[in-house]
């Protein structure tokens, strides 16, 4: 069941940066405000900046922060279209290597469609 795939993330992210955080390094706390910073809402909106998210990091082929970034566009309502169209562009700038973690990409946004 592709649910699965969202459930096993975001259980697998939240275990693992508590446990990080509890850590108590200063560099990753700081880090971490600052990711959660930079994408709220500023002279761009938080669609624009996850998108943004979504395509460097497809180009960087980061299939954890593309899981990511997919499922904020998803809770900010963006549809498919707006973000394969985005995604498209990533695949332009990147080149055939992002192929497959464009592949990962499609099965991780229908999962989330199938969640809802």
Known sequence: MKNNIVEEFNAYREKMNEKMLADNNKIIKRIFNLDTNAYMEGALPKKTKELLGLGNSLVLRCDDCVRYHLEECHKLGLT????????????????????????RAFEYWEALEEKN
């Open 80 to 103: 498919k279209e707006e973000v394969v169209e985005g995604m498209s562009i990533s695949l332009l700038i990147g080149g055939t290597i992002v192929i497959p973690h464009l592949r």
